[in-house]
């Protein structure tokens, strides 16, 4: 049974950045094309970012050019480095696989304010 474990969440002003972290806690993470999700308050949870096994990435419009995914294979971890944040990035984060075939983590808070 796969368990996610995201951390990394935080308030942080306008234009500042954060970097979030994932541990996968099962086999195969390298082999699993994983994504970031994210649920802004009152919002339905929304695809932020995509990783596949090969290293290819994917982002929304909403995020492209700020935020960048990453992952160590070795250590089971995906991270999410955020730049540029505003205010509409506020809403808890989660990891996933891509499509999120997983249970799902508890996340972790992200607050985008002054």
């Known amino acids: 049974q796969v368990q996610l474990v995201e951390s990394g969440g935080d308030l942080v002003q306008p234009g500042g950045s954060l970097k979030l972290s994932c541990v996968f806690s099962g086999d195969n993470f390298g082999f699993t094309n994983m994504a970031w999700y994210r649920q802004p308050p009152g919002k339905q949870r929304e695809w932020v970012a995509t990783?596949?096994?090969?290293?290819?990435?994917t982002y929304p419009d909403s995020v492209k050019g700020r935020f960048r995914i990453s992952r160590i294979n070795a250590n089971n971890t995906l991270f999410l480095h955020m730049n540029s944040l505003k205010p509409e990035d506020t809403g808890v984060y989660y990891c996933?696989?891509?499509?999120?075939?997983?249970?799902w983590g508890q996340g972790t808070q992200v607050t985008v304010s002054s």
């Open positions: 990783m596949t096994r090969f290293g290819s990435t």
């Open positions: 996933n696989a891509w499509p999120s075939t997983f249970s």
